[in-house]
């Protein structure tokens, strides 16, 4: 039997392609990027199918155009009958586990119309554990850190 193999997944929205492969990659210093690239898969002629980000994550996360998934806009939910790479990851028994953020809203027919987490559109996808809160409306801690090293 082959023993299954960890995926790590990384999706940065705010960082010029052509500093990862192109023409500035030479001239930027990024160490950590650069030792990953090494031991990794990059796709080097991937572009955004939708602006903004949070409609981008999501076709990127359920393998869907917007016009499919319907999530167009930052804040329109994504209908829970759709499928993402976390929950197929589960069916295989990995574990998908979040650091950062997809900034799902969540879709409203599933809660009370009372549930807080109807009221954000920071929510994680459904499928991932969070492990690295990072909502910038309600992470305190991860704003306090960044107040106190300045920014």
């Given at each position: 039997m082959v023993?299954?193999?960890?995926?790590?997944v990384i999706i940065i929205?705010?960082?010029?392609?052509?500093?990862?492969?192109g023409a500035l990659a030479s001239h930027v210093d990024l160490?950590?990027?650069d030792a990953l690239k090494k031991d990794a898969v990059t796709f080097a002629s991937h572009f955004s199918v939708v602006n903004p980000c949070g409609p981008s994550r999501a076709s990127i996360l359920t393998g869907r155009y917007s016009m499919n998934h319907r999530s167009v806009r930052n804040g329109a939910p994504l209908a829970s009958g759709i499928s993402n790479i976390a929950l197929e990851a589960r069916k295989k028994n990995y574990e998908p586990l979040l650091f950062g953020y997809t900034d799902t809203s969540l879709d409203p027919r599933d809660f009370h119309p009372n549930d807080p987490d109807l009221k954000t559109d920071e929510n994680a996808l459904p499928g991932f554990r969070e492990i690295l809160e990072m909502r910038w409306r309600g992470s305190y801690p991860w704003r306090a850190d960044l107040l106190a090293k300045g920014y």
């Open positions: 023993e299954a193999k960890n995926v790590l929205d705010q960082l010029r392609a052509d500093c990862v492969e160490p950590n990027i």
